[in-house]
């Protein structure tokens, strides 16, 4: 079950995402965080961030709407709180970093550069850009070179993994964009923006009006999306997005994943990582295959 994303090895393909499994502490008494490949932390910016008004999660068909805001407790104390805490357990910690300015990006990455238990970067991108009147650097080729360029001179000791947003018109020339500026891998994918309202009340269901639509709806979407990318450059790929079950790893692993992550599916039922590998092992055994590595990248990409 072991993979490679790049240079760093996970023990097999699992990953959880970012914002599902807090900074990873939150779920070790649910969860055997060494049978993960890894997890990936909450968004961490420079300051602590207190994130959007509630109501910040609501249930839509097939899927759930967030807007968290970002909360988090800021490098400083991610460093010296939960990053020590963390090393206890065996297990790769990949750390999502954001911002809203380039420089916010380098300094953060900065400062994690001088701490210890970290296996990479992943870089959210889809955050408002505040000196390029709020676009969001993940949506234009030439922001996402820069950002990404700027971070990779910044990460000297990590790899760097990109997360695309899924909202552009053609991910292949963003996906080319990072990779030519530096990035080491590509997750694939943020959140949809979206809405749910009350119209017998004229509300939001949500406290920040519109959110991020994530979970089994969007499944058939994001594994578009990889197909586009994959077609467009050699980057290893994370999948992410609705993924539940073992069809749905081995989906995103077939379309060329490396390997996926789970998000919501975490809310349902916390342990649903650790259950998806003891799935896996015994899918890729039916399939014949005795390493999961054979089967990424079979899609046909013909019926013919
Ligand atoms: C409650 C919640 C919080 C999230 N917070 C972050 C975050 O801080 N940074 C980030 O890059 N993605 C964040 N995400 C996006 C997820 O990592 C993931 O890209 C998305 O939920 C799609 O995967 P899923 O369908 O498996 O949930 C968050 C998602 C949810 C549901």
């Given at each position: 079950?072991?993979?490679s994303?790049g240079?760093v090895?996970l023990?097999n393909p699992?990953?959880?995402a ?21 997890f990936v932390?909450?968004?961490?910016s ?5 994130g ?10 097939s ?10 407790v800021?490098?400083?104390?991610f460093?010296?709180d939960?990053l ?5 357990y065996n297990t ?6 954001f911002?809203?300015c380039?420089?916010d ?6 400062r ?5 238990g970290?296996a ?6 889809s955050?408002?850009n505040?000196k ?5 650097f993940?949506?234009?080729p ?7 360029g700027?971070?990779?001179?910044a990460?000297?000791r990590r ?7 899924p909202?552009v018109?053609?991910i292949?020339?963003?996906a080319?964009?990072a ?31 519109t ?6 709806a ?6 578009r999306?990889v197909?586009?990318?994959?077609k ?10 609705g ?6 790893v081995?989906?995103y692993v077939t ?7 789970v998000?919501?599916a975490?809310f ?8 998806l590998m003891?799935?896996l092992?015994?899918a890729?055994l039916e399939?014949?295959?005795h390493?999961?590595?054979d089967?990424?990248?079979k ?6």
């Amino acid at each position: 079950m072991g993979v490679s994303v790049g240079a760093v090895r996970l023990r097999n393909p699992i990953l959880a995402a970012s914002g599902t499994f807090g900074y990873g502490l939150e779920f070790a008494h649910l969860v055997n965080l060494e049978r993960l490949g890894g997890f990936v932390t909450k968004g961490i910016s420079l300051e602590p961030i207190e994130g959007a008004p509630a109501p910040r999660l609501c249930e839509t068909p097939s899927g759930m709407l967030n807007a968290i805001g970002l909360q988090n407790v800021g490098v400083r104390a991610f460093i010296a709180d939960k990053l020590p805490l963390l090393q206890k357990y065996n297990t790769q910690v990949v750390v999502n970093v954001f911002g809203y300015c380039v420089e916010d990006y380098v300094e953060v990455i900065r400062r994690l550069e001088d701490a210890e238990g970290i296996a990479a970067y992943e870089l959210n991108i889809s955050c408002p850009n505040v000196k390029k009147g709020g676009m969001q650097f993940g949506n234009d080729p030439v922001t996402v070179g820069e950002v990404v360029g700027t971070a990779r001179k910044a990460a000297s000791r990590r790899p760097l993994w990109i997360k695309l947003t899924p909202l552009v018109s053609d991910i292949g020339l963003i996906a080319k964009a990072a990779t030519e500026a530096g990035a080491d891998a590509l997750t694939i994918a943020n959140t949809y923006p979206a809405m749910a309202i009350d119209f017998r009340t004229g509300r939001s269901r949500i406290g920040n009006l519109t959110g991020g639509l994530s979970g089994p709806a969007i499944k058939p979407i994001t594994l578009r999306l990889v197909y586009e990318v994959r077609k467009t450059v050699e980057t290893p790929i994370l999948g992410l997005g609705g993924v539940e079950t073992v069809q749905d790893v081995l989906d995103y692993v077939t379309v060329g994943a490396s390997a996926v992550q789970v998000g919501t599916a975490s809310f349902s039922d916390p342990k649903v990582s650790e259950g998806l590998m003891a799935g896996l092992e015994r899918a890729v055994l039916e399939l014949n295959c005795h390493n999961i590595n054979d089967l990424r990248g079979k899609f046909l990409g013909e019926n013919g």
